[in-house]
């Protein structure tokens, strides 16, 4: 049974947007930087963003920011990644990682297939 589990995704056109979701146990979702991943056919896994666990302080590389924001809702123990203006070059299986450097832990999830048509 998968830790963290991600949906949202599907076929959507290119121009449109999505809402991502990814769900975590309490346990780790606090306690847990949160982070967006994908990976396009062929190509390795490319980092999208990440939260810190208050949701103070978020960070994307260069080139994401804008069209990628990434949240969570601690209530809810969710992290979202809100993608806008999708490109066909956006498809890419999603996946969400939970985090911790200082306690050495690193989960990831199974991933959901984002496809933007043309």
């Known amino acids: 049974q998968a830790l963290l589990v991600e949906s949202g995704g599907g076929l959507v056109q290119a121009g449109g947007s999505l809402r991502l979701s990814c769900a975590a146990p309490?346990?780790?979702?606090?306690?847990?930087?949160m982070g967006w991943y994908r990976q396009a056919p062929g190509k390795e896994r490319e980092f999208l963003a990440t939260i810190s666990r208050t949701g103070d302080n978020t960070y994307y590389p260069a080139g994401k920011e804008g069209r990628f924001v990434i949240s969570r809702d601690n209530a809810k123990d969710t992290v979202y990644l809100q993608i806008n203006s999708l490109k066909p070059e956006d498809t890419a299986v999603y996946y969400c990682?939970?985090?911790?450097?200082?306690?050495?832990?690193?989960?990831w999830g199974q991933g959901t297939q984002v496809t933007v048509s043309s």
């Open positions: 990682r939970a985090f911790s450097l200082e306690q050495g832990l690193d989960y």
């Open positions: 309490e346990s780790t979702f606090s306690s847990h930087t």
